[in-house]
């Protein structure tokens, strides 16, 4: 593998897509802050000013339908404020860059979709937290915790079949000589594969994709139609493999495990929060709704604090995927030419920033996936000298 080792550092990312790639991502963290700073100054004002009394106050209806109110009047408000920005970054940008194709009525339609999905997820919690402040005050927190597992469970199972399918078409894979190909890597991983389908990406998109998504029976690997008709075979294997790395080290229910430490870690210290904040803003108790922005707040700094190690957990995954997928194919070469291809038609970044890779990256860089390949082939030498001797 000596001379191939040779050959594949040829193997670079188009230094004119890197380029367009950084700056790219560079608008796109400079919109996640604003839009995260706007949601922090809107809330701080709620809390700081007579603004957030004064709503709970008009909103005299039952603590848990007086909640979710209030989250309606906070949810459409910040809509309003950050609906330009959302527009800009969301729809302009990826339309510059050549990422995407959507029409503006599609994209209008999916994003009905997606803050309307969040929107429902939203009351529901807001609801099911006040009621059980209001009916189990000394362990709502802990309560909350078990009822956002289950439904972050009922998520998973429905990603692949209910989910997805709000907005892209899913077939089956066709039958043929790559299917033949698949199904015969699986077997060979001891993987029983419950169907892999295909998704019409390229109906509104040009980035290439393939995930492993549900659990048990619901279990599906998809792949993106771009992905097929723009890849190997061999590549197209190569990612399989990496799927079904994912499957043979149970990443989904590690990930469902860690999602529920971190619910049970959040709520948790949101009940400490509330607590103190009866005292900080002279609240009723942890049930009055005027503390809704303040549970909001520190929930959000929650995430944002767990996020680096949460994204430093998932890269970990990532790389023992790759690895189990270098394994499998024992193709490093497919392997590399994947990630260049995908690096430069996704407008990756190859090797991200320190503080950009702790804040925004869950999967490993390019240059940390070719070095792993790059590895394996210098293994693969070694072992193959040493049996020769």
Not at 23 to 51: D, K, N, Q
Request: charged share 15%.
């Amino acid at each position: 593998m000596g001379e191939d080792l040779e050959k594949l550092r040829e193997f670079v990312p188009d230094p004119a897509r890197q380029q367009k790639a950084r700056e790219y991502h560079r608008l796109l963290r400079r919109g996640s802050l604003l839009e995260l700073g706007i949601g922090f100054i809107l809330l701080l004002v709620l809390l700081f000013t007579p603004a957030s009394t004064t709503l709970a106050s008009l909103l005299a209806f039952p603590s848990p339908w007086s909640a979710a109110l209030y989250l309606l009047i906070l949810a459409a408000g910040y809509g309003v404020i950050v609906a330009p920005l959302g527009y800009y970054y969301d729809f302009i940008l990826p339309h510059r860059y050549g990422l995407s194709k959507q029409v503006l009525v599609s994209w209008l339609r999916d994003k009905v979709k997606a803050s309307g999905l969040e929107l429902l997820l939203g009351l529901c919690l807001v609801i099911i937290v006040y009621w059980l402040i209001g009916n189990l005050p000394a362990l709502w927190w802990l309560a909350a915790a078990l009822i956002m597992f289950l439904v972050s469970l009922i998520l998973t199972w429905l990603t692949p079949t209910l989910l997805i399918p709000l907005f892209f078409k899913l077939k089956p894979l066709e039958e043929g000589g790559l299917k033949e190909k698949l199904v015969n890597l699986a077997r060979r991983a001891g993987v029983d594969i419950e169907e892999c389908l295909t998704m019409d990406l390229s109906s509104k998109a040009t980035t290439a994709n393939a995930m492993l998504s549900g659990w048990g029976k619901s279990r599906r690997i998809i792949f993106s139609d771009t992905l097929l008709q723009g890849y190997s075979w061999d590549e197209i294997e190569v990612t399989l493999a990496h799927e079904l790395g994912h499957r043979l080290h149970h990443d989904i229910p590690k990930l469902i495990g860690i999602q529920a430490a971190t619910f049970l870690l959040a709520f948790y210290l949101a009940n400490l929060a509330l607590r103190a904040g009866v005292v900080l803003f002279s609240l009723q108790g942890i049930g009055d709704i005027a503390g809704l922005p303040w549970l909001i707040l520190v929930l959000a700094m929650l995430i944002l604090v767990l996020q680096p190690a949460l994204n430093w957990y998932n890269r970990r995954i990532e790389i023992a995927a790759d690895e189990t997928a270098l394994a499998l194919s024992n193709n490093p070469q497919a392997f590399i030419g994947l990630m260049t291809k995908l690096t430069d038609q996704n407008l990756t970044e190859a090797e991200p920033g320190q503080w950009a890779k702790l804040l925004f990256y869950d999967h490993p860089t390019y240059n940390e996936r070719v070095k792993l390949a790059h590895n394996y082939i210098s293994h693969s030498d070694a072992k193959q000298s040493k049996e020769a001797f």
